[in-house]
């Protein structure tokens, strides 16, 4: 079994890719395809779960002209703000709500869930 890990777009799209194949006929658990599929559903989802809720930031930061600087109040500290946006740390309960409050980003988004 040949799986690596979800570093860039392209190999998150070729594990989407191939799991769409599963969905339509899901392999027998315990089986050699079976441990692919559990395996590549979890890098998928950890994938998400670390990626979009930044990609939601990135995106309200586009649309509405804001800089780092700008998540200041809702995140912390910049080096705090670099660090979220890097995907080097996560983003607590307090930051969604900021989030969600100062700049109306769905909580559900920052989730990521």
Same mark, same amino acid.
């Given at each position: #079994?040949?799986?690596?890990?979800?570093?860039?777009?392209?190999?998150?799209?070729?594990?989407?890719?191939?799991?769409? @194949?599963?969905?339509?006929?899901?392999?027998?658990? $315990?089986?050699?395809?079976?441990?692919?599929?559990?395996?590549?559903?979890?890098?998928?989802?950890?994938?998400?779960?670390?990626?979009?809720?930044?990609? @939601?930031?990135?995106?309200? #930061?586009?649309? $509405?002209?804001?800089? #780092?600087?700008?998540?200041?109040?809702?995140? $912390?500290?910049?080096?705090?703000?670099h660090?979220?946006?890097?995907?080097?740390? $996560?983003?607590?309960?307090? #930051?969604?709500?900021?989030?969600?409050?100062?700049?109306?980003?769905? @909580?559900?988004?920052l989730?990521g @869930?």
């Open positions: #079994m040949n799986i690596h890990p979800i570093r860039t777009r392209k190999d998150y799209q070729a594990a989407l890719r191939e799991l769409s @194949a599963y969905f339509d006929n899901e392999p027998e658990p $315990g089986t050699e395809d079976g441990d692919r599929f559990d395996i590549l559903s979890t890098l998928v989802e950890a994938c998400e779960a670390k990626h979009f809720p930044i990609e @939601a930031i990135r995106h309200r #930061m586009e649309q $509405g002209g804001l800089t #780092m600087k700008d998540l200041v109040p809702s995140i $912390g500290r910049p080096n705090r703000v660090e979220v946006l890097s995907g080097k740390r $996560g983003l607590t309960i307090e #930051m969604i709500r900021n989030l969600h409050r100062n700049l109306g980003i769905p @909580a559900e988004s989730i @869930a």
